[in-house]
């Protein structure tokens, strides 16, 4: 059995308390396994709007100390709260966190500048010092090299060990050059020797990330892969390469306390293999809330997506016609470009007995979308990991995917002549190449019902929870600290 070990999960987003992505679910669910696993794991997060509005009155407060670092001369007030034997604590600074976005502001350099060196800050006013901090994306990039370097005049930052995780690469944290001054208090001489340097003029916290900490890791065997390439490295796959050897993917898990069909509180009628019948209740119920046609035989196809070209809906839109000449029924829940959303209202005023779309995000709607859907659809372009495909087999909805990243790693492609599989995958960024494995689900749900039962069996006895790949962090901490 593995050392306990102090672990720090330092991130921009986490559930339960705010999520704009994928990243939030993964910082909801690995410290808690790791916890469980027998691990002391805590978590630092930005006190944002909603977080102040909703949950700030159940916080135990802890400290206040100044953060002076480049440009930032000010305050940071901490609280915490426990939750399922995670230790979080939340930073504080309302002119910085307290807004109605959480990114994509002129000042997020700054803002998360703020948030990195206030983190390091903490541990100084806790007297607390992990053995490991386990940063996430560009926002908690350069704690790595911040403990390294601002604060290499303790030795207890000097002894701490770094693992960070890319979610998504294509977000860098590009800022001007100025920026490694302002916002992170170093000297110049880190662009000026390429340290820092990212593009003419400008520095990079996730390339800092990269170049500083013990191990990189990514979400899924596969992507880890891709990103070493020209096609899916966003011009940092060079950078990557320098660290090859230190680089690795672990593919992401489900919370099964929240993804549960016996026990999902957002559904019409909780089911498990056992009682499939159940599930189709849960199909009637949707079809009749979207007032489509109440059919338990017609192959119901369900999305729960940002709707944008990484997402693969380009593809999907424009053969909506054909798609829909099979007769299945669609029910779309997303929101994200405006030439994605105009076609699919136009489908929906085009095919109200077969279109169903929802704009916007629903939580108890999307839990009702995977438990009714006999097909999930996910045609991603690239998927560093993907959550959605993990959930839609859990509750038996045989997912549809385009091999690429942790959608290669976690759907096994069925097999129509040995009748294994958990799903349907295509290759290629093709139309045909995706309406030729439409056809083959179409073809297998009416035609081949045993198989399809079979697959539903094996989809949903497949483990995606996240025991198996806590261990495999644990597996890497131990490499780092024994």
């Known amino acids: 059995m593995t050392k306990k070990k102090r672990v720090l999960f330092v991130a921009s987003e986490g559930l339960p308390y705010i999520k704009s992505g994928g990243l939030a679910d993964v910082i909801g669910s690995l410290p808690k396994e790791l916890v469980l696993q027998g691990q002391d794991v805590r978590v630092v997060l930005p006190l944002y709007l909603k977080m102040a509005i909703q949950d700030h009155g159940r ?8 953060v002076n670092a ?9 609280y915490t709260e426990n939750v399922d034997g995670v230790q979080f604590y939340f930073i504080e600074h309302r002119d910085f966190f307290e807004r109605d976005e959480l990114y994509g502001y002129d ?9 990195q060196h206030a983190t390091c800050r903490l541990l100084e006013a806790l007297d607390f010092f992990p053995d490991i901090i386990h940063s996430h994306d560009w926002h908690t990039a ?8 601002f604060y290499s005049y303790r030795e207890e930052f000097r002894n701490i060990r770094h693992v960070f995780t ?35 003029n400008c520095i990079s916290y996730m390339k800092l990330g990269i170049l500083y900490a013990d191990k990189v890791t990514t979400v899924s065997e596969t992507y880890a892969q891709e990103i070493l390439t020209d096609e899916f490295g966003e011009n940092m796959n060079h950078v990557l390469g320098s660290r090859y050897y230190d680089l690795s993917g672990i593919v992401n898990g489900i919370d099964y306390d929240l993804w549960d ?57 424009h053969h ?57 659809f996910m045609p991603s372009m690239f998927e560093p990991c993907g959550i959605s495909q993990l959930i839609s087999m859990h509750y038996g909805t045989l997912p549809l995917v385009r091999e690429t990243g942790g959608l290669k790693d976690t759907v096994e ?50 483990d995606v929870s996240w025991t198996a790949s806590a261990q495999k962090y644990l597996l890497l901490y131990d490499q780092l600290v024994s």
């Not at 690469?169 to 490694?180: D, N, R, V, W, Y």
């Not at 669609?330 to 929802?358: C, M, N, R, W």
């Not at 139309?431 to 045993?450: C, K, W």
Request: charged share 20%.
């Open 261 to 317: 069909a016996q026990t999902d509180p957002y559904l019409a009628q909780p089911y498990s293999f056992k009682n499939l019948q159940d599930k189709k209740k849960n199909k009637l119920a949707l079809q009749e809330q979207f007032a489509l046609p109440q059919n338990p035989n017609v192959l119901l196809i369900g999305v729960v997506s940002r709707l944008t070209w990484q997402k693969g809906f380009y593809l999907m839109a």
């Open 413 to 462: 492609a069925y097999n129509e002549f040995d009748g294994t599989g958990t799903g349907f995958s295509f290759a290629g960024k093709q139309a045909h190449s995706m309406l030729q494995v439409f056809g083959l689900a179409i073809d297998t749900y009416y035609n081949r019902p045993e198989d399809w039962q079979k697959l539903i069996k094996q989809a949903m006895e497949k």
């Open 166 to 200: 890319i979610h998504n690469l294509a977000f860098q944290g590009i800022f001007s050059k100025e920026a490694l001054w302002s916002a992170l208090g170093m000297n110049y001489h880190y662009y000026e020797d390429g340290t820092a340097r990212f593009y003419e």
């Open 142 to 149: 350069a704690i790595p090299f911040l403990c390294r370097t």
């Open 107 to 115: 000042d997020d350099a700054i803002r998360f500048g703020f948030f």
């Open 70 to 78: 480049g440009d930032i001369h000010t305050l940071a007030n901490v």
């Open 59 to 66: 916080f135990e407060y802890v400290t206040t100390f100044d």
């Open 320 to 376: 909506l016609d054909e798609l829909l000449a099979s007769g299945a029924q669609f029910v779309v829940l997303g929101s994200g470009e405006e030439a994605i959303e105009d076609t699919f209202h136009f489908y929906k005023e085009k095919y109200p007995q077969q279109f169903a779309f929802y704009r916007g995000y629903n939580e108890p709607l999307a839990h009702q979308i995977y438990a009714a859907s006999d097909l999930f």
